[in-house]
């Protein structure tokens, strides 16, 4: 099943908070785990990413972290900022041979609040 | 640079006819996306092209078809538009479609409205 389920639908988090996304899968031939960060009338844009090798992935205020054992993945902004309010994306990919395809979670719309 | 541009922007059409969303990249890349955004949904991919000269279905294709014009170019048809296909469209590309060292890159979308 090329699925990926994404929680919450939307999140509410005061400025200088931490927001968390979270984010399940079932099929373990997934290889690649992206985050998206969409603002409005924009395309998404790529966040941040981790493979499975890894369980942490640090970028400045953005973390992922990535439980390989139990098929989840998670995006933490720390000292969220209302510069931050966006939709956020998850994603996974797999090869398909001839290249790698993206499934998407249904996202989450962060808001940051002074 | 613009990066992957989508014409139009914004699109009204009555059930039943048709339109050409036309896509374009200018970073050479090998792989080009449609997707299609819905609420509550994510985005769902509709075809995709490796290469120039291949297209695949992605999981939506019912009701569209594209075109791979040459390297730049990537088009999406509808040949009689429904108000299902009511949605945001997304084109994206990918240098070399392996996203771990090459992620997509996205354009503005087109918003498509079927009445």
């Known amino acids: 099943q090329q699925q990926v389920k994404q929680s919450p639908q939307s999140l509410i988090v005061q400025k200088g908070g931490i927001s968390i996304i979270n984010c399940a899968y079932e099929?373990?031939?997934?290889?690649?785990f992206p985050w998206y960060q969409q603002f409005p009338g924009k395309g998404p844009a790529l966040l941040i990413a981790i493979r499975p090798d890894v369980s942490e992935k640090k970028e400045g205020r953005f973390t992922i972290s990535f439980n390989k054992s139990a098929k989840q993945f998670s995006l933490h902004i720390m000292d969220s900022q209302p510069g931050d309010s966006a939709t956020y994306f998850c994603?996974?990919?797999?090869?398909?041979?001839?290249?790698?395809?993206?499934?998407f979670g249904t996202g989450t719309q962060l808001k940051v609040e002074l | 640079n613009a990066g992957v541009t989508q014409t139009p922007k914004f699109q009204v059409l009555k059930t039943g006819q048709s339109m050409t969303l036309q896509c374009a990249q200018d970073?050479?890349?090998?792989?080009m996306y449609w997707y299609r955004q819905d609420p509550g949904m994510g985005l769902r991919l509709i075809y995709y092209?490796?290469?120039?000269?291949?297209?695949d279905k992605g999981e939506v294709p019912n009701g569209y078809n594209v075109s791979r014009l040459n390297k730049r170019e990537f088009s999406l048809r509808l040949e009689s538009a429904a108000p299902s296909q009511t949605s945001v469209y997304f084109c994206?590309?990918?240098?070399?479609?392996?996203?771990?060292?090459?992620?997509?890159?996205f354009g503005n979308g087109t918003r498509l409205t079927v009445t």
């Open positions: 092209s490796a290469s120039e000269g291949t297209t």
């Open positions: 970073m050479n890349h090998n792989s």
């Open positions: 994206a590309s990918s240098d070399t479609g392996r996203l771990y060292n090459s992620p997509l890159h």
């Open positions: 994603a996974a990919s797999w090869d398909t041979g001839g290249g790698n395809k993206l499934t």
């Open positions: 099929n373990t031939a997934f290889d690649y």
